[in-house]
């Protein structure tokens, strides 16, 4: 297996790979035991029964998945009330490297913030003839599924579950949620390797789960209707739990998609959606799974002429009837904007609205709409906003949802992301996922150290510098004021500012010769700022009060409408533009500069997306710009190239 060691280089395990280390044997903790025997057959260490000084201990009250540290008469020690807190406990320890067994430390408690921290895998166990094998996925092909089956590349796997372990994913779904004939068979006839993927993620503290169709039992030879309330569906379902189960005794639970983008759902049979959901919770209860259930409900069949229908709405309209009615183990899976995965969109409206419901929210680490990991753009500073926004607008440290789920960026490409600086992105969801209200610059910074170890000042400023800023950058040049889908149409990749504009999937910009947005006031608009509590709802509801990073998300107002910044909307269209490319010349020069601090390989596949980066975001600045000015025939002030 030739695959990039990303934040789990074996350099990493230096400070522990040194010392003597206790601990105990069984479970999981066998994977504690195993990092610390390599770690000191490499370093000079070794693995002791007395006389540690890093000790590893189960004990009482730290609950699932926290640990201690401390450190006291030159011995550190890691305490947990669970196996899985050891290891996370010991990923704790090699981030801190030495400075774990430096002087004393005062006992510190470390406790996940989200008790789910998944990633969803929209990989497809074929190649699909039009999403290819991973759906969204811009890394290769899958590194779980090859040719309709497991792809059995186990070594593979297995780095990967280490890697989400040390940044502290437990829980990954392993196909795609567009569940086509093929996929649908993992539920019963392939159930096998799912099973033997879920075998070798296991020692890493990860459950498996499995996206399902809601047609599962029409599909797969079962009943002829998928009716949550008919008694023959129930029984197809709790039968086929039954066998999962018998396969995966930890199965963590079924994801479903339905009645969104054309997939079967429970409105085919006069159904709720929490009729739906609560099926199948009941099949997967009496095991402890749960239900994912996706709220990505909308009309994508609009008519683009009709004003009145607004796809932000959508998920609220649909759900919040609904509050109450789920039942405990399904939790309603949100996506974090109200549109899908946009540079710029305000928090799900949604997310705050259902306090009878266990909620999830879901972020995109591949970066469809953001680059799709040939730009750099690293989204940490995205998902702290996200994460730290409070529906009724307090200041609070608690958490936005009840778990947190992330469409991950992987595949076999051998950097694992494509664009070898996108892993960052997934180290920094699980970080986050642990622990929201960490700084990401600090978590950025802990990547830079953990991948490149020993990396001088110059490299680890550099590296910095090119992704702190980069999802500015990124917006800069392709969403200016909260605009959103000016992309190509189908695969999303580079600027199409009409490509969606008279399509039935319901994102407009509205664009004509006296300004630009999407009017979703209480009063003049489609209402969507009116789904927001106070004071979001008084603040997003008028232009004088939103914020301008939503601006035309919210409103719809002249190219001459005056920002805070003293700019007019078209001359801030203009100078993002303009500023986005060369903020992108400017990070391919700092990336050219650290040639020789970088593996040559990683350098030069670096350098390479920088190339189609900057060609990309100056194609970007030209079409918009041009469109912009020709729509509106208003001059940049300060008179530069605009076709
Ligand atoms: C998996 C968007 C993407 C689709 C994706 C969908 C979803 O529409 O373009 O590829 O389908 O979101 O989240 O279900």
């Known amino acids: 297996m030739d695959v990039d060691a990303a934040w789990l280089p074996a350099e990493a395990f230096r400070a522990v790979g040194r010392r003597r280390s206790l601990v105990p044997a069984g479970g999981l903790v066998d994977t504690v035991r195993r990092e610390l025997v390599d770690a000191c057959e490499r370093f000079g260490g070794r693995v002791v029964r007395e006389d540690a000084e890093l000790v590893f201990e189960l004990t009482e009250g730290l609950g699932e998945e926290g640990f201690a540290l401390t450190r006291r008469d030159g011995i550190t020690t890691v305490t947990a009330s669970d196996e899985r807190g050891l290891l996370y406990g010991l990923f704790h320890v090699v981030r801190l490297g030495e400075e774990a067994f430096a002087g004393d430390r005062p006992r510190e408690e470390h406790r996940p913030a989200y008790a789910r921290r998944m990633l969803d895998h929209w990989d497809n166990v074929a190649v699909h003839p ?32 280490r890697l989400l372990a040390a940044c ?56 002829p209707t998928a009716d949550p309330l008919d008694g023959a569906v129930r029984d197809w379902w709790a039968r086929a739990t039954d066998a999962v189960y018998g396969a995966i005794a930890d199965f963590g639970g079924y994801v479903v998609k339905a009645d969104s983008e054309g997939r079967p759902g429970p409105f085919a049979y006069g159904r709720s959606h929490a009729d739906g959901a609560n099926m199948l919770a009941a099949a997967l209860e009496p095991y402890g799974g749960t239900v994912h259930w996706r709220a990505f409900v909308y009309d994508h069949h609009q008519d683009w ?130 622990n929201p209200a960490a700084d990401p610059r600090a978590i950025l910074d802990e990547w830079i150290a953990l991948t490149h170890p020993g990396a001088d000042d110059r490299l680890t400023a550099g590296l910095h510098t090119v992704l702190d800023g980069s999802w500015s950058t990124y917006e800069k040049y392709t969403a200016p004021l909260g605009v959103g889908f000016m992309v190509q149409p189908g695969h999303h990749y580079g600027p199409g500012v009409d490509g969606y504009e008279y399509s039935p999937w319901g994102t407009y910009h509205f664009a004509d010769r006296d300004g630009v947005g ?29 914020p301008d990073d939503l601006l035309l998300f919210f409103h719809h107002v002249p190219y001459t409408h005056v920002l805070p910044s ?20 400017e990070a391919r020069r700092v990336w050219t500069g650290l040639a020789g601090l970088v593996e040559p390989a990683r350098h030069a596949r670096v350098a390479e997306r920088y190339e189609e980066q900057l060609r990309g975001a100056r194609e970007w600045r030209d079409q918009i710009n041009s469109y912009f000015l020709r729509k509106s025939g208003v001059p940049d002030e300060r008179g530069r190239t605009i076709y």
Not at 325 to 348: C, I, T, Y
Not at 527 to 540: F, M, R, V
Not at 570 to 577: F, S
């Open 168 to 223: 502290g994913i437990n829980a990954v779904t392993v196909n795609n949620v567009n569940v086509h004939e093929t996929e649908a068979r993992l539920l019963t006839d392939r159930i096998g390797d799912v099973a033997a993927i879920a075998d070798v993620l296991r020692p890493y503290g990860i459950r498996t789960h499995l996206s399902v169709t809601f047609a599962a039992p029409v599909v797969l030879g079962g009943p």
């Open 566 to 585: 003293g700019k007019t909307v078209i001359q801030h269209i203009y100078d993002t533009h303009f500023e986005g490319v060369a903020e992108v010349e």
């Open 305 to 434: 002429r009709d004003r009145g229908t607004d796809r932000a709405r959508a998920a609220y309209d649909h759900f919040t009837p609904l509050d109450g009615r789920f039942a405990k183990n399904a939790v309603l899976q949100v996506k974090h904007g109200p549109m899908d995965f946009q540079v710029r969109e305000p928090v799900s409206p949604l997310i705050g609205a259902m306090p009878r419901t266990r909620l999830a929210v879901e972020l995109q680490v591949t970066q469809e709409y953001t680059g799709q990991q040939r730009h750099a753009c690293w989204l940490g500073p995205m998902w702290s906003e996200v994460l730290g926004f409070r529906p009724d607008g307090e200041v609070s440290t608690g958490r936005l949802a009840h778990e947190l789920v992330a469409v991950s960026n992987v595949g076999d490409d051998p950097f694992w992301t494509g664009h070898p600086l996108a892993q960052a992105n997934l180290y920094t969801f699980g970080r986050l996922a642990w």
């Open 130 to 161: 039009v999403m290819g094998q991973v759906e969204r996925g811009y890394s290769g092909g899958s590194l779980f599924w090859a040719d309709g089956r497991a792809r059995g590349d186990w070594e593979r796997v297995r780095a990967y579950g």
């Open 518 to 546: 999407v009017d979703r006031s209480t009063g003049t608009g489609t209402g969507y700022a009116g789904q927001y509590a106070t004071p979001w709802s008084g603040l997003y509801d008028s232009p004088a009060t939103c």
